[in-house]
Nanobody
Framework: QVQLVESGGGLVQAGGSLRLSCAAS????????MGWYRQGPGKQRELVAI???????TYADSVKGRFTISRDNAKNTVYLQMNSLKPDDTAVYYC?????????WGQGTQVTVSS
């Protein structure tokens, strides 16, 4: 299993920006997919964005055009740049990694967007 450590959450006003980072404990070249999920108050965990080792990306419809996922394999790190944040983006954001058939999760970082 891969250890994942997130950082970058916090409190921001609507329309603002945040960047989340997630560092993996070992080479991300062996990690097929990295990405972000979120769980808002009273909601189920949902996909936000994922990126493959080849750089292909998938986004939830609700964040397309506002969020950008990127990956630095040299630093074993995945990033989520979040712009034009809305109160509905308030959630705990979890880093995710898929290495062969093993899923790994970070501990989560809180993002709160005030109106």
């Amino acid at each position: 299993q891969v250890q994942l450590v997130e950082s970058g959450g916090g409190l921001v006003q609507a329309g603002g920006s945040l960047r989340l980072s997630c560092a993996a404990s070992r080479s991300s070249f062996s990690i097929n997919v990295m990405g972000w999920y979120r769980q808002g108050p009273g909601k189920q965990r949902e996909l936000v964005a994922i990126i493959t080792s080849a750089g292909a990306t998938t986004y939830a419809d609700s964040v397309k055009g506002r969020f950008t996922i990127s990956r630095d394999n040299a630093k074993n790190t995945v990033y989520l740049q979040m712009n034009s944040l809305k109160p509905d983006d308030t959630a705990v954001y979890y880093c995710y990694a898929l290495s062969f058939t093993v899923n790994s999760w970070g501990q989560g970082t809180q993002v709160t967007v005030s109106s």
